[in-house]
């Protein structure tokens, strides 16, 4: 530790009932911002596709064209990849924002808010979260052989429907052709109305500005 480091500062002590309902809100709080955040994620990567098709099918119609020129065919094509980045960037953060979500209602089910139950539905989606967000995360690892460190190769590739995929691509409108961001989109559309009911109370923020106004009159 170097010396010329500041000291760090003195923490409050806080009672059990303090430490329970701070541990309750945020773990809730959290939550919520990474359901949300799915389905924020889910709407610009949606945008962000569809102009990318948008843009090949203009190509398409372009090569048909009698003015058609190398020159138009290069501007739509460095258009297509711009675009088609920015769906690659929206894809990774929809897959964070899972993985967080699961994340978190894990910490919440632990500390006795809900059950697991309330997230039934979406706990179908967890496994084919986890891999892809890896994957996604961790991709150069997936391309390395075992003897440069890398993960495992051959699970860069999944086989299923009598379709095979990268993790990258999309097929059949699966990631990875292992799963379809409409269907878990739609799945955390119908949790997020059973979280806002489920909300404790004490963890509003009203209830929240009170408790910290408590707590500060406490140590004054």
């Known amino acids: 530790m170097s010396k010329n480091r500041p000291p760090l500062p003195k923490l409050p002590v806080r009672s059990e009932d303090e430490k329970k309902w701070s541990d309750d809100y945020y773990s809730f709080d959290w939550l919520l911002s990474?359901?949300?955040?799915?389905?924020?994620?889910?709407?610009?990567y949606q945008t962000a596709d569809a102009e990318y098709m948008r843009l090949l099918d203009v190509r398409r119609k372009m090569c048909l064209e009698p003015e058609w020129t190398l020159e138009k065919a290069h501007d739509n094509a460095d258009a297509s990849w711009i675009v088609k980045h920015r769906g690659q960037c929206?894809?990774?953060?929809?897959?964070n924002a899972a993985h967080q979500m699961f994340r978190y209602s894990d910490w919440v089910v632990a500390r006795g808010i809900t059950d697991r139950k309330v997230f039934a539905e979406i706990d179908a989606f967890r496994d084919s979260v986890r891999r892809l967000r890896d994957m996604h995360e961790h991709a150069d690892e997936y391309f390395k052989t075992d003897g440069q460190g890398g993960r495992k190769p051959h699970e860069w590739w999944h086989i299923a429907d009598g379709g095979i995929s990268d993790a990258s691509?999309?097929?059949?409108?699966?990631?990875?052709n292992l799963l379809d961001p409409k269907d878990l989109s739609a799945a955390v559309e119908r949790l997020l109305p059973k979280l806002i009911e489920l909300d404790p109370g004490h963890l509003g923020p009203r209830?929240?500005?009170?408790?910290?106004?408590?707590?500060n009159a406490r140590r004054s």
């Open 34 to 44: 990474w359901t949300k955040a799915v389905l924020e994620t889910h709407g610009r």
């Open 90 to 95: 929206e894809r990774h953060f929809f897959l």
């Open 169 to 176: 691509s999309t097929h059949n409108g699966k990631f990875g």
């Open 207 to 215: 209830a929240r500005r009170e408790q910290i106004a408590r707590m």
